[in-house]
């Protein structure tokens, strides 16, 4: 500008159209040219329900790419959080899922899995958080978006005995 004057303004970003499955990274770590350091601030996140409505732009266009399904394509349910537990100089990865087949929220840490309750995933150490819209999800499963047989190597049998606690590379309590 040319008027060299101090004038207010506004920064808005706005989503165009609204990804199927939202993955969210917290920022946990600082890096300063004096300091490093975790941060273990407490970030409070829905389960289910985020609504994108307020960031989604020209939402009632016929240029809305959702489908226009309502509601249903601006909530996103949660599915997964990694969380990272330790310090910066060292820590340990765990993740927890909410399972397609009962809605149970387990923890996958290493060779054992926990069944946790839905209000232990929201936690001071959770790091990359994954949801996936809800309208996607009322006629889709995960194995729709990422590609499972490529990432398992376990056959089918084998993931029957690990999550039935028959394996002796988990254990499930």
């Given at each position: 500008?040319?008027?060299?004057?101090?004038?207010?303004?506004?920064?808005?970003?706005?989503?165009?159209?609204?990804?199927?499955?939202?993955?969210?990274?917290?920022?946990?770590?600082?890096?300063?040219?004096?300091?490093?350091?975790?941060?273990?601030?407490?970030?409070?996140?829905?389960?289910?329900?985020?609504?994108?409505?307020?960031?989604?732009?020209?939402?009632?266009?016929?240029?809305?790419?959702?489908?226009?399904?309502?509601?249903?394509?601006?909530?996103?349910?949660?599915?997964?959080?990694?969380?990272?537990?330790?310090?910066?100089?060292?820590?340990?990865?765990?993740?927890?899922?909410?399972?397609?087949?009962?809605?149970?929220?387990?923890?996958?840490?290493?060779?054992?899995?926990?069944?946790?309750?839905?209000?232990?995933?929201?936690?001071?150490?959770?790091?990359?958080?994954?949801?996936?819209?809800?309208?996607?999800?009322?006629?889709?499963?995960?194995s729709d978006f990422w590609d499972l047989k490529q990432i398992a190597t376990l056959n089918e049998e084998e993931m029957d005995n690990l999550v039935k606690g028959k394996a002796d590379r988990c254990v499930i309590?």
């Open positions: 500008s040319k008027c060299k004057d101090f004038r207010v303004q506004t920064t808005r970003m706005t989503l165009w159209r609204l990804p199927p499955v939202l993955i969210i990274h917290l920022k946990r770590f600082q890096f300063t040219s004096t300091m490093r350091r975790k941060l273990r601030d407490l970030v409070v996140f829905p389960l289910e329900g985020l609504d994108l409505s307020r960031i989604q732009a020209n939402k009632t266009s016929s240029n809305n790419t959702n489908g226009d399904k309502g509601e249903a394509s601006q909530l996103y349910d949660l599915y997964g959080v990694i969380h990272h537990q330790g310090a910066l100089s060292g820590g340990h990865y765990v993740s927890s899922l909410k399972s397609e087949l009962d809605g149970q929220w387990r923890l996958f840490n290493d060779a054992q899995i926990y069944e946790i309750h839905a209000r232990d995933v929201i936690d001071a150490s959770a790091y990359i958080l994954f949801y996936m819209r809800r309208d996607v999800a009322e006629n889709s499963s995960l309590q």
